[in-house]
């Protein structure tokens, strides 16, 4: 109806821009925009353009996100052991699995969701994501 | 560091599964996933995936808090795209913005959950356009 063309970014509230930059970039291993300013900063997950802004600028009152942010990776556990090493707490002590897929649930500093996610079962189609 | 390859999907959280389906397959006018089920369905931005989290997929107990990070999605023109979802009862809470390089204008979906109509105008540095 409208012509979705793409989805430019999603725009992650953090209180604190140094620490989230630090987060996303280093402990995530997030490729930076290089377009992008440190006013605006953004990273790349492949897909998906992350832009790191502040609530004071939109003029909302900062609450995190619930919903997560899925990151495909490779392996699940391998990831959440890095992950562990660099100082990030999970919510679970072990990965979810469910019939399809494993998932590990996470937050960014700011406290927003986001999860570890592969999933290994093919789709009703057979095809494999 | 973790290898991460991608965004599989972005969790939105709602409360009525019927009325969001309703929202984003038809208000919005997003592709289903055919493979998405029943209770955990998901739609199809152009360049990334959303769930949507609802008491169907997490269970009774469940409690929507709406986000407030905006998903921008690009239309190839704000005004007419924010006409047209005014015209169908979305309510954008203010004037739309022109930032100097791209047009927004924030609306929502019945849950509450924070979306931008999007279309960058001006070029980048090294002089290409998205």
Redesign the interface.
């Known amino acids: 109806m409208i012509a979705v063309q793409r989805t430019d970014f999603v725009g992650i509230y953090t209180q604190d821009l140094e620490r989230a930059k630090k987060f996303y970039g280093e402990t995530l291993g997030l490729k930076r925009n290089e377009r992008s300013s440190d006013e605006w900063p953004e990273f790349e997950t492949g897909n998906l353009t992350i832009l790191l802004t502040s609530p004071e600028r939109t003029g909302v009152e900062f609450s995190p996100n619930v919903g997560a942010i899925a990151l495909r990776v490779p392996d699940v556990a391998e990831a959440m052991g890095k992950l562990r090493a660099a100082g990030v707490q999970f919510d679970f002590d072990d990965v979810y699995e469910s019939p399809v897929c494993h998932m590990a649930f996470f937050k960014d500093p700011d406290g927003n969701a986001l999860m570890l996610h592969h999933r290994h079962a093919p789709y009703s189609d057979g095809s494999l994501p | ?13 709602v409360r009525d599964l019927k009325r969001a389906e309703e929202f984003y397959g ?5 592709e289903r996933n ?2 998405s089920g029943e209770r955990w369905i998901e739609y199809e ?4 995936t959303i ?1 949507l ?1 609802s008491p169907e997929a997490m269970g009774p107990d469940f409690e ?2 709406p ?10 023109d704000v005004e007419e ?1 924010r006409r ?2 005014e015209a ?1 009862g979305v309510e954008f809470g203010k004037a739309s913005i022109d930032s100097g390089v791209c047009h927004i204008a924030g609306f929502t979906d019945p849950d509450g ?1 924070a979306f931008i ?2 279309r ?1 105008y001006a070029p ?3 002089g290409t356009t ?1």
């Open positions: 560091m973790i290898g991460a390859e991608r965004v599989d999907f972005i969790g939105v959280p038809k208000t919005l006018g997003l055919p493979n931005l152009g360049s990334v769930a989290i929507p808090q986000h407030q990070m905006p998903i921008a999605l690009r239309v190839p795209a047209k979802l169908a959950n109509l999007h960058r980048y540095a090294d998205p």
